[in-house]
């Protein structure tokens, strides 16, 4: 209960783009105890008789950074996600979908 009011307060206090900004920074140095973190989280689910994929696929992305060896692209955490996403697709670990800019444009949505 204290996460998810965690979580709430945080996507209250700022925009889904301050936060998922601070997530892609923070990764340069957190992924690998993110990655253990998931992976507890995958233990007692299992124990507890579930099989719950977000853990485990969050785990596995972060593992893969650690594999590439992210961390050593950065000593603290960048002032701009963009170092991090640079530093990913250097390393093979993370892409551009063809045909799209690494930012994605704003989309409008067009309701009939």
């Known amino acids: 209960a204290e996460l998810w009011h965690d979580i709430v307060h945080t996507m209250d206090a700022h925009s889904f783009a301050d936060t998922g900004g601070t997530w892609i920074r923070t990764h340069a140095t957190a992924h690998e105890r993110r990655g253990k973190e998931m992976d507890q989280i995958v233990e007692m689910a299992r124990a507890a008789g579930l ?62």
């Open 51 to 112: 099989d719950l994929k977000l853990p485990s696929a969050a785990g596995a992305v972060f593992r893969a950074s650690a594999r590439a060896r992210l961390a050593r692209n950065f000593s603290a955490n960048p002032v701009d996600m963009h170092a991090v996403i640079a530093a990913l697709e250097k390393t093979g670990k993370a892409r551009k979908p063809a045909g799209r800019k690494t930012t994605p444009a704003r989309r409008t949505s067009k309701r009939s």
